[in-house]
């Protein structure tokens, strides 16, 4: 599946953003999805994911109470509501998708990645 991200931007601290990252339409309901970030100099990161048809969530500790993470299989499209965003959330935002079978959100093996979307939060 082809999956592309959109709605990164620059904004200031205690702002928010909406990330989307539509797939190509390809049985996008059998995917498990999540949002991964990568800072400069670090190593890429879990943020959130999201069960096949989104009953279930999970999230990493640094975005949670701050960041929603949601899906709509009928548009093959993944969202991320970013509020209260520090400049601590800047980096590059990548949607996954795992095609494993299982049902954990903890540990996604990604089969395919967006090509990213930019995030940069001024203080």
């Known amino acids: 599946v082809q999956l592309v991200e959109s709605g990164g931007g620059l904004v200031q601290a205690g702002g928010s953003l909406r990330l989307s990252c539509a797939g190509d339409g390809r049985t996008f309901g059998n995917y498990r999805l999540g949002w991964f970030r990568q800072a400069p100099g670090k190593e890429r990161e879990f943020v959130a994911a999201?069960?096949?048809?989104?009953?279930?969530?999970s999230y990493a500790d640094s975005v949670k109470g701050r960041f929603t993470i949601s899906r709509d299989n009928a548009k093959n499209a993944v969202y991320l509501q970013m509020n209260s965003l520090k400049p601590e959330d800047t980096a590059v935002y990548y949607c996954?998708?795992?095609?494993?079978?299982?049902?954990?959100?903890?540990?996604?093996?990604?089969?395919?990645w967006g090509q990213g979307t930019q995030v940069t939060v001024s203080s």
């Open positions: 996954g998708a795992d095609g494993h079978g299982g049902f954990s959100l903890v540990g996604l093996q990604i089969d395919y």
């Open positions: 999201i069960s096949r048809v989104g009953r279930s969530t």
